[in-house]
């Protein structure tokens, strides 16, 4: 079961880079990856709570992949749920799932997902507090503009709970 774990976190890890390859078809980009993602992570859950504690190499494995899945899983997830927000009937018109005033909010999210989850498995609950005061501070003058603090707490509760999942998976391998 520990092996299957792993697998599964390693295509939770891996999916969102191949399945949103330029070459892939728009759909796939769009909703195969955060499916796919959730999947292996459900996979990855479910195995790693019939399993026994892991140690030695699954130990450093469990803790890269999670990083990992962590840091590159939750960026489909984050454009689902803005295109979902988008459906809303008090959404802008524009279709387009990275469309907004926040720039740059690819590179934050995988920082900020990374950084959340290396603070859960290293039992720092405090660490979150940090990553996400930190966002908020830099982010503070760019929230006054139309949309973007809308923008701002659905990326940033999607990437933290993303985050949360992964390495409460990890958690579960690990104790």
């Known amino acids: 079961m520990t092996t ?4 599964a976190l390693g295509v939770a890890a891996v999916a969102p ?10 759909w796939m980009s769009q909703w195969a990856a955060p499916i796919v ?3 292996a992570l459900a996979v990855a859950a479910l195995a790693a ?6 140690t030695s190499f699954a130990l450093a494995a469990t803790l890269v992949l999670c990083v990992a899945a962590a840091a590159t ?29 926040l720039r740059g909010g690819r590179i934050i999210g995988l920082l900020e997902r990374a ?5 859960i498995l290293a ?7 940090v990553v996400l005061a930190v966002k908020g501070l830099a982010r503070y003058p760019e929230l006054r503009e139309p949309h973007a603090s809308e923008q701002f707490i659905i990326g940033t509760f999607t990437s933290v709970l993303w ?4 390495c409460g998976t990890g958690r579960a391998l690990i104790t």
């Open 4 to 7: 299957l774990a792993l697998i």
């Open 17 to 26: 880079l191949v399945l949103a390859a330029p070459r892939s078809p728009r």
């Open 37 to 39: 993602v959730a999947l």
């Open 49 to 54: 709570s019939a399993t026994t504690p892991v």
């Open 73 to 101: 899983g939750g960026a489909p997830l984050v454009l689902a749920a803005f295109r979902i927000a988008r459906r809303q009937p008090d959404a802008g018109s524009d279709p387009r799932p990275d469309a907004g005033p």
């Open 115 to 119: 950084a959340v989850a290396v603070a």
């Open 123 to 129: 039992a720092w609950p405090e660490g979150i507090a």
């Open 163 to 166: 985050a949360i999942a992964v």
